[in-house]
């Protein structure tokens, strides 16, 4: 699935009603949000992957969000 930023509240809302809230803080995930950031300043499309639940979602939504 392709989700471009326009969609980004829709998408938020969406994934609230599934009860994963999106509006907590991050901590401790800065790096991570600095990283992306650079990768989506140098490529139109960025590939975020890792196992369920460790906040994929939250930490794309941050660096984009920023």
Not at 20 to 29: E, W
Request: aromatic residues 2%; charged residues 25%; hydrophobic residues 40%.
């Amino acid at each position: 699935m392709s989700l471009g930023v326009e969609c980004l509240e829709e998408y938020k809302e969406h994934r609230n009603h599934l009860g994963d809230s999106l509006l907590t803080k991050i901590v401790g995930r800065v790096d991570d949000i600095n990283n992306i950031k650079n990768l989506l300043d140098n490529n139109d499309n960025v590939v975020i992957i890792g196992p369920s639940g460790i906040g994929k979602s939250r930490v794309a939504i941050a660096a984009v969000e920023d």
